[in-house]
């Protein structure tokens, strides 16, 4: 992962290229903000301009046997750090250590490196379990940095998500967090440090990742998908400056006629009151597993956002596509300020409910049936 690999972020690359060049980099960085800003292909390309031996142009140079390395995350001074699960017929008392699971981890950042944590979870088939990083990785950690370089040069630990640390393995951190061996760092890429022990925080300098510019996302997805213009501006809007989300949209757009249909019969049964039709609908919806459910529902609030829209006549801000807009036309008028929070709320509650894994058909017979009350209340 290089710096230009990055896609935007041009005033954060800009910053800690600076930082290395000015010999001003703290022992610890915390990068932090939203999911889908890049902090962890951030944090690596930060480790392989620091790593290289022959750097230039404000970017590793991608010739040196460090970059080489680099390139297959293979560099035996790069420690990574993330939460694991505990593997099938382990004793209770054995915790796993992130070694356990860096071909995996590796499969996954030199695949996409702007996964996403439920993507770790995905490859990790945890089942019902809560990835964590156990006590025993702070051991581990320890003993890496006693060692001397085999490089010659610095030893980096990129610590992703320290808010899932085991608060026994964050207390045994604190000593080496604050006073480091010589050229030692250590970058802690998290997402929502009000879960991060506040004697951690203090030890880290704090740079915030912002949103990726939606101008940022729209010409990526131009060049790296040939999308056409107003295509990638859509789906860029849409993302909120999250590049996961933005590919993931893309991967799902062949659902989308499908969700279309769901949302306006769900909108149609609601208006009629037509309950065995919103059984079916239920059902239906139930069949369409997990992942597609979670997108048939963010599907449905951007769908009530843009018709909210729409009342204000302010099309330069609508992105429909015709088939969209034909329906919403005429839908449009049921969605306005004395129901849309309502009907918002219900379709966020329904999301969690997903991904708590309560009955999916009861989820969205009860979501339907509540739809009823707010597409008549206008």
């Known amino acids: 992962m290089y710096f230009k690999d990055i ?14 060049d000015e010999n001003r980099l703290a022992h610890a960085l915390l990068l932090t903000g939203s999911s889908g800003n890049g902090k962890l292909p951030i944090a690596v ?13 404000g970017d590793a140079c991608g010739c040196c046997p460090a970059c080489v390395k680099m390139d297959k ?3 035996s001074d790069l420690h990574f750090v993330f939460p694991v699960k505990k593997k099938k017929g382990s004793s209770s008392d054995s915790a796993p250590v992130s070694d356990d699971y860096i071909g995996e981890w590796r499969e996954i950042f030199l695949k996409e490196p702007y996964f996403s944590y439920s993507d770790w ?6 089942e019902n379990q809560q990835p964590m990083i156990y006590e025993k990785e702070s051991s581990e950690i320890l003993r890496k940095l006693s060692l001397k370089s085999r490089e010659g040069g610095w030893k980096i630990v990129i610590i992703w998500l320290p808010e899932k640390m085991k608060e026994a393995c964050s207390n045994k951190l604190l000593k080496i967090l604050e006073e480091p061996p010589a050229e030692t760092l250590f970058l802690l890429v998290a997402e929502s440090t009000e879960h991060i022990l506040p004697t951690i925080l203090s030890r880290t300098q704090r740079i915030e990742i912002p949103r990726i510019a939606g101008d ?10 040939a999308l056409d213009g107003d295509t990638a501006r859509s789906i860029a809007q ?5 590049w996961e989300k933005a590919e993931s ?9 499908m969700y279309l249909e769901l949302f306006v019969t769900l909108m149609r049964m609601a208006y009629r009151r037509d309950i065995q039709a919103m059984k079916r609908w239920s059902e239906q919806v139930a069949a369409l597993g997990r992942e597609r459910q979670k997108g048939m529902l963010e599907y449905c609030q951007r769908m009530i956002r843009e018709n909210f829209i729409m009342n204000f ?27 849309i929070f309502g009907i918002v709320e219900e379709i966020s509650d329904a999301q969690k409910h997903v991904e708590q894994n309560v009955n999916a058909k009861m989820i969205f017979f009860d979501m339907a049936l509540r739809m009823i009350v707010w597409i008549k209340n206008r």
Do not use: W
């Open 7 to 20: 896609i935007g972020q041009k005033s954060i690359v800009a910053q800690l290229c600076r930082m290395v």
């Open 73 to 75: 995350l293979v560099h």
């Open 121 to 126: 979870l995905t490859m990790l088939d945890v």
């Open 313 to 339: 006549g302010r099309n330069e801000m609508l992105y429909l596509s015709p088939e969209e807009r034909n329906f919403s036309v005429n839908f449009s008028p049921f969605v306005n300020e004395n129901n």
């Open 216 to 225: 940022d996302i729209s010409a990526e997805l131009q060049r790296r998908y």
């Open 45 to 57: 390309a930060l480790a392989h301009y620091i790593l290289c031996r022959d750097r230039r142009n």
């Open 249 to 257: 949209m893309l991967r799902v757009d062949n659902d989308k006629k």
């Open 238 to 242: 849409q993302s909120g400056g999250d």
